[in-house]
């Protein structure tokens, strides 16, 4: 019974808008009949009800039932709207015409009133439909006395869209815009005026008792974004913005939310545009395996192969939670794309065997590593094995497989190593640079610096310390570092595996690196406070195995552009090959006796730059490194 109600609330207004409808084609037929004979000295009869008259209605009603007349609702009529009922109103009257050809061949029928009717009839249906929406938008805008009072940054199609989503929310009220072209000063944009420049937000602010900001700029670079945020933060008030279209389209934000700007829209350069062409070129159809598919770097690539084509997704993860949800996800959003899960280490032979058959993968990523600097310089061990063993026996069993391109996701802290995590990363390079002489399948390295919000990244960090009132801890108030998004990572990854040369070093033009101290300024003034006043900064001093700069390039390995104009390709340096498989297999049964003294020394001869940063014993993070690595014999590398 109750949903017999729902259907007569939904189906009344409906079939109030067909009766409204019929009733304006029925006006529009018969009075421009009577309009044209009333001008005849002897008039023919025109009846307000005929057989004519029917069939007009008829052709009408169903032509206004196929354009779609009636799926969308008055309160929100727009232009689109309006051509719908010219179009409607242009193909009703050429049925009109072919009936009553039919019929009557047209006799008594006025050619005049004909030509004129779909013109008189758009404006019969169109006119009340906008005079409803404009009463609706007025009742909204003067019903809420209590509002929201607006200032919008921004008075393109972004601040137009945003100005109508407000009004019929209806508790907001948009009281003006700023922009900075000067054409638009004093004009109206849906009736909203625009008020002065964006730097004088402040000013413009404080004169019309705004509450709230909104930065109504999705297409601004980083550089724009950031003097608009500048300006917002002197104000005091909060502020919001208007989504980019990728973050909608990618489902990151949804259409007309309001999101808080992130720290990953303020990165000091414009975001790296891929060739999507070449990439889905390469990988369009193909079937790949990544590695550490759980993780940060691992899932986002397994996003980015399913949007771009990939047939087949091998997940290898040893996390069972985290390999959970990554296929999870991806069979929400990618349905149609075939995973093949595996769970296991994939230091383990037998497990990427496993895959490798399962999957047959063309390509295969491998992202599985640890990373965390700090911890790593105390579990060399374990830095050993995952980040260099592992990475020897994947690239070994994707060679003997076949697999045609193997990505070794590396890290700028391979250059010039000083810490375990660098010189691991550095050894991992070489054993596949070591793999990949004279042989078929490429080995391709991809090296970038920090990517915003990975796990166990700073900025997480920072925003916990933040959301707990502080301090937010910063090693050294000189330490800076290379940002990147993580879509950008993989989309790096995936741009620099598709430009096909073998046994080649990627690593992407990062532009000039962040001060961490003035990202944790800029994270602290984000979330609505004052750096020093409401939350402290605390510098405590560089971490084991921290630096305070990194660098992208080494010296010897002459990087050159590539077709990808923020990409570069580096010379690998010589290596000696049979050196490198040694040194492997010395770290393999050093790795299995757990023996600590041997990998420091094996890994020191093995990556002959790795120069191990001293530590001061006496800091507090200085007491549990364990690791001693022995003192290079004095001779010339």
């Not at 995952?386 to 700028?412: H, K, P």
Request: charged share 20%; aromatic share 6%; glycine share 8%.
């Amino acid at each position: 019974m109750s949903g017999w109600r729902e259907n007569v609330k939904v189906g009344l207004p409906r079939l109030a808008v067909v009766a409204h409808d019929l009733i304006m084609v029925w006006v529009a037929w018969y009075g421009l009949h009577q309009l044209r004979f009333g001008l005849m000295d002897n008039p023919p009869p025109f009846p307000a009800w005929s057989t004519e008259t029917a069939l007009v209605l008829s052709a009408q009603a169903l032509v206004f039932w196929q354009v779609g007349l009636y799926r969308g609702l008055w309160r929100f009529a727009s232009v689109p709207d309006l051509w719908n009922i010219v179009k409607a109103c242009v193909i009703g009257v050429t049925a009109i015409i072919v009936l009553l050809v039919l019929y009557s061949r047209m006799e008594g029928i006025s050619r005049a009133a004909v030509a004129l009717y779909p013109c008189v009839l758009a404006a019969l249906l169109g006119a009340p439909r906008l005079l409803y929406r404009a009463w609706k938008d007025a009742n909204h805008q003067g019903r809420d006395a209590n509002s929201v009072r607006i200032l919008i940054l921004g008075a393109g199609g972004a601040g137009e869209a945003l100005i109508r989503d407000l009004r019929r929310v209806g508790s907001y009220n948009p009281v003006g815009l700023l922009d900075d072209a000067g054409r638009l000063r004093g004009s109206k944009v849906q009736g909203v005026p625009v008020l002065g420049r964006i730097d004088e937000v402040a000013e413009i602010a404080r004169e019309t008792a705004a509450k709230l900001l909104v930065i109504a700029m999705p297409s601004a670079d980083a550089d724009a974004l950031q003097r608009v945020v500048v300006a917002c933060e002197k104000t005091g008030l909060p502020f919001r913005m208007v989504p980019r279209l990728q973050d909608v389209l990618e489902g990151k934000s949804l259409p007309g939310e309001l999101k808080e700007v992130a720290i990953e829209d303020l990165l000091g350069r414009k975001p790296v545009m891929p060739d999507w062409k070449a990439i889905r070129g390469w990988l369009g159809g193909r079937s790949v395996m990544i590695t550490g598919a759980g993780g940060s770097i691992g899932s986002e690539l397994c996003r980015q192969c399913a949007r771009h084509g990939a047939k087949r997704i091998a997940l290898v993860e040893v996390d069972e939670l985290a390999l959970t949800t990554t296929e999870a996800a991806l069979h929400r959003d990618f349905p149609d794309i075939e995973l093949v899960c595996v769970l296991g280490d994939c230091g383990d032979p037998a497990v990427i065997a496993h895959a490798l058959r399962r999957a047959e993968p063309e390509a295969v990523f491998h992202a599985a590593a640890y990373k965390q600097v700090p911890l790593l310089q105390t579990q060399l061990r374990e830095a050993v094995r995952n980040n260099v063993l592992a990475t020897e026996t994947v690239a070994r069993a994707c060679r003997e497989s076949g697999v045609g391109t193997f990505v070794l996701i590396s890290t700028d802290k391979a250059v010039d190593p000083v810490n375990v995590l660098g010189a691991t990363k550095r050894l991992a390079e070489m054993a596949c640079q070591a793999l990949a002489l004279q042989h078929a399948t490429r080995f391709v390295t991809v090296r970038f610096g920090n990517v915003l919000d990975s796990a166990g990244s700073v900025v997480p960090l920072f925003r916990e310390q933040i959301r707990s009132g502080g301090p937010v801890t910063v090693t050294d108030p000189e330490v800076t570092r290379f940002f990147m998004t993580i879509p950008e990572a993989c989309q790096l990854i995936l741009q620099a595996s598709a430009i096909g040369t073998h046994e080649a070093i990627y690593t992407l033009d990062m532009g000039e690196p962040v001060p961490i101290r003035l990202l944790a300024e800029q994270m602290i003034r984000l979330a609505g406070k004052q750096p020093g006043r409401d939350v402290a900064i605390v510098y405590t001093g560089l971490r084991p195995g921290e630096k305070l700069h990194e660098t992208l390039f080494h010296a010897d390995e002459r990087y050159r552009p590539t077709g990808h104009p923020k990409i570069l390709q580096a010379e690998p340096r010589d290596i000696a090959a049979a050196s490198i498989h040694a040194s492997l297999d010395q770290l393999r049964e050093a790795s299995v006796r757990y023996e600590v003294e041997s990998l420091a020394s094996l890994l020191r001869l093995a990556v002959p730059e790795f120069q191990p940063l001293a530590v001061d014993m006496k800091t507090p993070d200085a007491r549990n490194t364990v690791v001693a690595f022995p003192a290079r014999s004095a001779r010339k590398i």
